[in-house]
Structures are given as C-alpha cells and as structure tokens.
C-alpha cells in the first residue's frame, strides 16, 4: 500500500491541496490513497519531489525516507 496519506497527514495538508496540486478531483486522490486506483507515474515522481522523498519509500519498497541524490 502507498505511504500517501501518512505523507500527507505529516505534512499538515489535506487530499484537497494534494489532488489541486496533481491536478485531479479530491475523490480521485482519495481512491488512489485508499488503493481503489492505481497511482500514475507522472503523479508518483510529483509526490515524491512534493514531499521530498523517494518514490520507493511512497510505494513501500525502502523505509529510509530521505530521498537518493538526484541528477544535476
């Protein structure tokens, strides 16, 4: 299961500012944090940017929150 909802919760923000920022309905992001849907790519690497974080430790791969070095 993603870690969105414990992401979002820890960073004081609600499924409202989440879906605006990906640009989606707030029941879209809620079936997608409730695992109903499937989360698309292009919302994953925003999430992970967003939150500052590895796409790996959102969908439950690593524990290690902090994120990879990224490309420069």
């Known amino acids: ?3 969105l909802k414990e992401l ?14 990906l640009g989606i309905q707030q029941n879209s992001y809620s079936q997608i ?9 292009d ?3 925003k999430l992970a940017n ?4 590895s796409t790996d430790y959102i ?6 929150i902090k994120p990879y ?3 420069k």
Request: proline fraction near 2%; charge should be positive.
């Open 1 to 3: 299961m993603y870690r």
């Open 8 to 21: 979002r919760e820890e960073n004081g923000k609600n499924q409202a500012m989440i879906a605006n920022m």
């Open 33 to 41: 944090e409730n695992g109903v849907n499937a989360l698309q790519v």
């Open 43 to 45: 919302h994953l690497i």
């Open 50 to 53: 967003f939150y500052n974080t």
């Open 59 to 64: 969908l439950g791969i690593t524990n290690e």
């Open 69 to 71: 070095p990224r490309k």
